[in-house]
């Protein structure tokens, strides 16, 4: 169900929480990635908190929801906590993250959880799977979209430019990507690992989508681009977001340059210093 927009004082209050879940539930795990979690909480929040996706979450099955599916399923603290904030299910949940039993996995379970559209974590995988959640949409008779969250380095991947060219053919309007670019992946910065996939919105161009670049934690921006693509008519689209790994969390960004916090959670001293700096 669509929501008014929300205030931009409360869609950063939101966010606030959203970092402060995402580095208290990994710490306490000590394991997961809060620094490619806490990247995309700007975009996550206006999906969900600010009138862009239309969900149910009592109804977390709604036929005719939108979809959104999270390919660099990495970065699933993020999606657990706006999920959670969202109401599909208990905040409660996050101590058991990562934990053996428990439904908050360290790659997202669509049999698990609530809200979760795909199973993902096998990087390259989610825009195949958008696709085809966009081609149902068109067979059977239904309006609505499929948004899928895509990671920088996970866009090295063969299977991103197969779906690519897939969904250019089909023409899927119904259809848009976001691109979290942050710069970095698993071994390092993204221009040492492979420089040749800039420039990237040309490439994507070339693919047949049309293509925005934003700054991927700047509200207006972001609503601006995910308004946009609700008027784009025969093509894909694809929103290429320029953001900062571990953005808001001082002490990873500070790190960033040696990417020693991929896939590493903050010690128990570290954590409550972020927490400080985010607030209440």
Request: hydrophobic residues 40%; aromatic residues 8%; contains cysteine.
């Amino acid at each position: 169900m669509t929501n008014k927009r929300t205030p931009s004082a409360e869609l950063e209050r939101i966010a606030r929480t959203l970092r402060r879940h995402i580095i208290t539930m990994t710490t306490q795990a000590g394991s997961g990635h809060p620094s490619s979690s806490v990247s995309m909480v700007e975009i996550l929040v206006a999906l969900f908190f600010g009138g862009i996706l239309r969900h149910k979450p009592d109804q977390p099955d709604w036929p005719d929801r939108d979809r959104f599916i999270l390919s660099k399923g990495h970065g699933c603290p993020g999606l657990y906590a706006v999920l959670a904030e969202r109401g599909y299910f208990p905040v409660s949940w996050f101590p058991d993250l990562r934990q053996l039993g428990s439904p908050l996995e360290g790659h997202p379970n669509m049999l698990r959880v609530p809200g979760i559209e795909a199973s993902t974590g096998s990087l390259g995988q989610g825009l195949s799977i958008g696709i085809g959640h966009a081609l149902a949409a068109r067979l059977e008779g239904r309006d609505y979209r499929s948004y899928v969250m895509i990671g920088d380095g996970e866009s090295q991947q063969g299977q991103v430019w197969e779906a690519a060219m897939t969904a250019s053919k089909y023409g899927l309007d119904n259809l848009t990507a976001i691109c979290d670019f942050n710069h970095f992946q698993q071994t390092g910065r993204l221009e040492d690992v492979m420089p040749a996939l800039e420039p990237l919105r040309q490439k994507w161009e070339a693919f047949g989508w049309y293509v925005m670049e934003i700054d991927g934690h700047n509200y207006n921006q972001i609503f601006a681009a995910l308004d946009k693509v609700l008027g784009v008519k025969v093509k894909p689209q694809i929103i290429i977001a320029r953001t900062v790994k571990g953005k808001g969390i001082r002490i990873i960004e500070e790190e960033t340059a040696g990417n020693r916090k991929h896939g590493v959670p903050l010690t128990q001293e570290e954590a409550d210093i972020a927490l400080a700096e985010l607030g209440e």
